[in-house]
């Protein structure tokens, strides 16, 4: 009866110092995975630690969460429960064990809905512009995720980054252009003032449209396939 008792003993002494060293912590999963280099070029989950999502400083976590299976597109809140692993522990692993205890909330990415590959349909009186080398479409290449935006001007190309953008509201930042001479530079023109007055915006079937502060359509884009 004393060795039933002395081996429970130890158990529950072992049992508790195993939950003194885990922890369950609160997390936040952005939408869209990233490129880093951990032991060698991969792509991250970019997580955010603690109950509030206010500042959206995301950092780069580059392991694994047991029983988590992430679709991007959603931006998620989970609790976790991180753990010690026993040694030895290799010298380029983590020294952690994450495990999914629970998804409280998975919410679509409202900045995604504009990430995607578009093609210029019109853009103040100008419809279907080409560029005048290739003669193909105008492509622009929107990102949600990077805050990015970079596109075909027919003459020089421009890339910069978005300011503002939630369901509604769509502000380009000042993008940074080549500095090719062209003879026509009317639809270059009219994108970078398409860009620079765009305000707000709607998406519908598979087509972008961006308005001025008064309302009026200034870009009209359409997805590419």
Known sequence: MKLILFISAILMTV??????DETIETWWINSAKKDCVGVG?????QIHKGENLDSEEWQFFYN???GFEYEPGYIYQIKVKVTPKEAPIPADASALNYELVEILSKE???KMG?????KVVKVGDIENPVNPKSKEAL???LNGSDMSYS???ACNSVRGKIQTLDAENLVFGPGAATKMACMDMSIENALLKGITDTKTYQIAENQ???FDENGALVILFQAVD
């Open 15 to 20: 049992m508790s110092c195993q939950k003194e």
């Open 208 to 210: 972008l449209s961006l």
């Open 41 to 45: 070029p991969m792509s991250c989950l």
């Open 114 to 118: 504009i990430t995607s590959i578009w």
């Open 64 to 66: 694994s969460i047991s």
């Open 108 to 110: 679509p990415d409202i």
């Open 139 to 141: 492509i622009f290449e």
């Open 151 to 153: 596109g075909d001007l």
